[in-house]
Structures are given as structure tokens and as C-alpha cells.
């Protein structure tokens, strides 16, 4: 066993997933960023596909509480770190459009899957129908984020920084969440 382990990383994957469409406030895609850097973008890609399996798995839940105590399941979501009234708003506003575009949309600015998962169950839509729709649009986000890895990998090769990646991914994603937590306070 060890940082090569592919059975440990689909596990991490799937719980990832899973616990972020739930109760986790930090995205699998730290994980599947790390990914692409241990075994690169098309084993990374599969460890996406697992993740995305978990988040839809953690959908059905979110989706059946928000349907049956919606008021119950926004007060826990409010007491996920980094998740205010305006995102519950945010999200229940985006839900009165073409909720699968908004779903999708919403995954790559900001507003968690699991407020997606409580308001579409809230505002009657299939729990099956949403883990579907949940999981292409998770696998379409992480796909993006193992893309930009990539992309950034292939571009401190042609530099002769790849030793460096590794700094960079950490100093990203603490840049990203830095960012997202001070924009989350002001709001």
C-alpha cells in the first residue's frame, strides 16, 4: 500500500463524493487534481467518474429529506461551513429556470451540490431523476478541474518546472479556497 494505490484512491474517490454531497465542505476535485499528478489525466478521469458515482449516491438522501422536511434539511445545510442564506436563495431562484443547465452551471461557481440536491428534492423533482442529472454534472466539473491540471502540468513541463507541479497544485488550491472563503465571509 501506498501513494500509488489505485484501490485506495477509487475509495477516496467515491467518498469523497459521497460525503461532499452531503456534509463535506471541501470538492472531491482536490483529490482528482492530486490525481493527474500521481497517475495522470486518464486514470485520474476514472477516479472522476467514481467520484461523480458517490455524489450522485449522496444526492438521493439530500434530494429525499429536502422533499420531505425541507425546512429541516436547509437548517443543516446552514450549519455546513461556508454555506449562507444567499446560497439557499441563490440556488432556490436558479431551480425556477431549466434546473439540469443551472445544476451544471452552478458546479463550476460556487453554489454546493448538496443545496441543489435539498431544493430540487423541496421543489418536487424525481431523487432518481437528479442523481442522474447530478452525475454528468459532476463528472463535467471535475472533468474541467482535471483538464486545468493537466493543461498547467503540460506547461511546467515545457518549462522545465515539473518538479515544481505539486507546489503548484497545493499553493492553487489553497489560492482557490483562500479566495472562496473570503468572498463566503463578506457575503
Known amino acids: 500500500m501506498g501513494i500509488k494505490d489505485q484501490k485506495l484512491w477509487f475509495a ?7 460525503a461532499e454531497a452531503t456534509f463535506f465542505f471541501i470538492v472531491p476535485d482536490v483529490l482528482l487534481t492530486a490525481a493527474v499528478l500521481v497517475f495522470g489525466f486518464s486514470r485520474a478521469f476514472r477516479f472522476a467518474t467514481i467520484a461523480a458515482c458517490g ?8 434530494v429525499i429529506w429536502g422533499a420531505a422536511d425541507p425546512e429541516a434539511a436547509r437548517a443543516f445545510l446552514l450549519s455546513v461551513p461556508l454555506i449562507g442564506e444567499d446560497l439557499l436563495l441563490r440556488v432556490l431562484g436558479e431551480l425556477e429556470g431549466f434546473w439540469p443547465i ?13 443545496i441543489y ?24 466539473r471535475f472533468t474541467l478541474a482535471l483538464g486545468l491540471t493537466a493543461l ?12 515544481f507541479a505539486p507546489y503548484g497544485l497545493a499553493f492553487a488550491w489553497a489560492a482557490i479556497y483562500a479566495l472562496y472563503v473570503m468572498q463566503r465571509l463578506s457575503a
Open 117 to 140: 440536491a435539498v431544493e430540487a428534492g423541496a421543489d418536487g423533482v424525481n431523487p432518481f431523476l437528479f442523481a442522474m442529472v447530478g452525475y454528468v454534472a459532476r463528472l463535467a
Open 102 to 114: 443551472d445544476l451544471t452551471v452552478g458546479a463550476v461557481t460556487g453554489a454546493p451540490f448538496k
Open 152 to 163: 498547467g502540468l503540460r506547461l511546467a513541463a515545457r518549462f522545465g518546472l515539473q518538479r
Open 12 to 18: 477516496g474517490a467515491a467518498l469523497w463524493g459521497f
Open 55 to 62: 455524489a450522485a449516491v449522496g444526492a438521493l438522501p439530500m
